[in-house]
């Protein structure tokens, strides 16, 4: 298994730039989320999935894009870079998001994205 | 809203020093609480969990009691190592609008020297 991955691993865009953030798990999870980090934040969720064709938003969704149409993969568009959206992005996936039990969320190594 | 606080970091400890970690919460209902650990370049990764008042979460030498009379979950270790060095944060788990979310604290930089 590889897990949870994200591509790519490091990115620089210029103000107004559009991107794609990819990220995919085999391990058949239900639940896939986005997050953004940044320094003396901790960890803030941008949008959430719990299936395809399933989404919603999180604490700080503007300015991001999401759509699941597999269980594997969960990108995470920016359509208008800006530099407020410098930041370090992870994906995180759970076996499930429902019911009030919790399932231990993996989450991807990562992409550093830097808005210039 | 429900929402974790975490002591500031760095905490700069020699080897083999006792680590505490404090952690409070604000929840509505009965929240499952965690640790994750962030290495340097990498995800995160959960160290250790409970799920109900007085449950201790225990995992490489970590410990954590879940305590609802305070809404604390402090992080402590009685010997720490070069290797414990980095990023902790502190969760609580969300149950809204029928789906499960985590909300972290803003996180407590460990450096640990020999």
């Known amino acids: 298994n590889a897990g949870v991955t994200q591509t790519p691993k490091f990115q620089v865009l210029k103000t107004g730039q559009s991107m794609t953030l990819q990220c995919a798990q085999d391990m058949n999870h239900e639940y896939m989320s986005w997050y953004r980090q940044d320094p003396g934040m901790g960890l803030r969720l941008i949008h959430y999935s719990v299936g395809a064709g399933i989404t919603d938003q999180g604490e700080v969704p503007n300015g991001y894009n999401v759509s699941r149409s597999t269980t594997e993969d969960f990108p995470l568009r920016l359509l208008s870079a800006a530099p407020s959206q410098t930041s370090v992005y992870f994906c995180a996936s759970s076996y499930s998001g429902t019911g009030g039990s919790y399932n231990e969320q993996f989450f991807g190594p990562g992409t550093r994205l830097t808005v210039l | 809203g429900d929402s974790v606080t975490q002591m500031e970091g760095p905490v700069t400890l020699s080897e083999e020093a006792f680590l505490t970690i404090n952690c409070t919460y604000t929840?509505?209902?009965?929240?499952?609480l965690f640790w994750y650990v962030q290495y340097p370049g990498e995800g995160l990764q959960l160290l250790l969990k409970a799920t109900k008042a007085d449950d201790k979460g225990s995992n490489k030498g970590f410990e954590a009691t879940y305590r609802k009379e305070t809404t604390s979950f402090h992080l402590e270790k009685g010997s720490v190592q070069v290797s414990d060095s980095a990023v902790y944060f502190c969760?609580?788990?969300?149950?809204?609008?029928?789906?499960?979310?985590?909300?972290f604290g803003a996180g407590t930089r460990l450096a640990v020297h020999p």
């Open positions: 969760a609580l788990n969300a149950f809204s609008g029928g789906y499960n979310k985590l909300i």
């Open positions: 929840a509505t209902g009965y929240p499952s």
